[in-house]
């Protein structure tokens, strides 16, 4: 009995960063508008207005400050928590449509859709387009196709060309040749900036090109990465849904600052902030930490650049916040010299085990009142959005070492004091 070849549809937010920002300013539709990075340094999304404009992707904002003013572009500050929170939302939709997806990144998701009675795929995405846009006011790209590779390729085809935000190329040899020869090498999912000029120099421009070349010289000049990536444009299935529910191995918080950061009292608020979220993503993923580890950096534009680093270790293992942040706060006594104004700091959490290595500890009565604590903080915290409930050591949110966020947008869903209010 033949196995069916899978399908994939690539679900891809256009301009995602910017596409939020947008739901609760519909003014802006249609206009220049960008969203600038951490401390309002570089700019990390562009709407296509702003793209007209020539403004590159990650470019210091200071350097097209003046083209963004002649256009009468609106900026804003990033708001991870609000685009966070529509990813969360747009994953929510697709776990409906098909149980078989991976989360590739905030703004894109793999669905395995092989198993599903779909006759027309192009109809199906563009069906799942209306129905993202309508619960969600994000729009999006969806791309179908026998591979990853294939499949990201056509909603980057759909994002600029008219094709009703859909596209599939499944068991469609003129489509799939059609889509290789419009994209270019350099933008082949695998592929990149670094190695296009090297094809470029050997006559290799467009994807199609590409996937003409013998496995013999795909393996003499290229990785494994870009040979298996040669197969896929070929039509062939290398790459398939991974697992994205894996714990991560190590939990990390940090952030730049606002300004540059001497007093020791702000960084040990700082410092007690990030292993307080740290603590928290460490009970989500039920596990506990063996070691501790606090670092500063005094950034690389000082003019004595400095920093350091300190491991505290756990004994017993713990996923308890007090516990993490008097271990962060002993790795920082250990690293801050006030002879230097530091620029970030974050909170590593290490030799990340299962939860049930607490059951090793030797005051099970104090592990579970430890447990119960931290449970029910969790749970107040969760169900109000918030980090209503934390240590005193923490710091509030505006506290002077933050980013700079002058243009930030409101907290729209994730806030109660900032949710929009209609007036009778």
């Avoid at 000029?197 to 003499?220: C, F, M, N």
Wanted: with cysteine; charged share 25%; hydrophobic share 40%.
């Amino acid at each position: 009995m033949a196995v069916a070849k899978p399908i994939f549809a690539l679900v891809d937010c256009n301009n995602f960063f910017v596409s939020c920002e947008r739901v609760f300013r519909p003014d802006l539709w249609h206009k220049p508008v960008a969203v600038l990075s951490n401390n309002d340094g570089c700019i990390v999304a562009r709407s296509n207005e702003v793209k007209a404009l020539g403004v590159p992707m990650g470019v210091p904002y200071f350097k097209v400050r003046d083209v963004l003013k002649k256009g009468d572009a609106t900026l804003f500050s990033a708001n991870f928590p609000l685009y966070g929170d529509f990813s969360q939302r747009v994953v929510q939709i697709l776990q409906q449509a098909c149980p078989d997806m991976e989360v590739y990144s905030v703004d894109e998701s793999f669905l395995e859709i092989s198993k599903l009675p779909i006759d027309d795929f192009a109809a199906w995405g563009r069906e799942l387009r209306q129905k993202i846009y309508d619960w969600t006011g994000l729009p999006v790209s969806v791309g179908v196709a026998h591979s990853k590779t294939l499949a990201k390729a056509a909603a980057d085809y759909c994002k600029k060309n008219d094709v009703g935000g859909a596209f599939s190329i499944v068991n469609d040899d003129a489509a799939r040749e059609h889509l290789l020869k419009w994209m270019p090498v350099g933008d082949v999912w695998g592929i990149g900036w670094r190695t296009a000029p090297k094809l470029h120099g050997r006559g290799i421009r467009t994807a199609y090109d590409l996937a003409q070349v013998s496995d013999a010289w795909a393996r003499e000049q290229l990785s494994i990465r870009g040979v298996r990536t040669i197969k896929e444009l070929q039509g062939g299935t290398c790459y398939f849904l991974e697992d994205t529910t894996e714990p991560q191995q190590t939990i990390l918080r940090s952030r730049s600052f606002g300004h540059n950061v001497r007093d020791y009292y702000e960084l040990e608020g700082a410092v007690a902030t990030f292993a307080s979220r740290a603590a928290s993503r460490l009970r989500q993923q039920n596990e506990v930490a063996s070691a501790v580890m606090t670092f500063l950096y005094t950034g690389r534009h000082a003019e004595v650049s400095a920093g350091g680093s300190h491991v505290v270790q756990l004994h017993p293992t713990s996923a308890d916040t007090g516990t993490i942040i008097t271990a962060a706060l002993k790795a920082l006594e250990q690293v801050y010299d006030p002879d230097f104004a530091y620029k970030k700091a974050g909170v590593a959490l290490l030799d990340l085990q299962s939860v049930q290595q607490l059951a090793f500890n030797s005051d099970p009565v104090a592990m579970d009142r430890q447990a119960t604590l931290m449970q029910t903080v969790d749970g107040i915290n969760k169900r109000f959005g918030t980090r209503l409930v934390r240590h005193a050591s923490e710091h509030i949110e505006s506290a002077k070492w933050h980013s700079k966020r002058e243009q930030r947008s409101q907290a729209y869903t994730t806030s109660w004091r900032e949710l929009r209010t209609i007036k009778a």
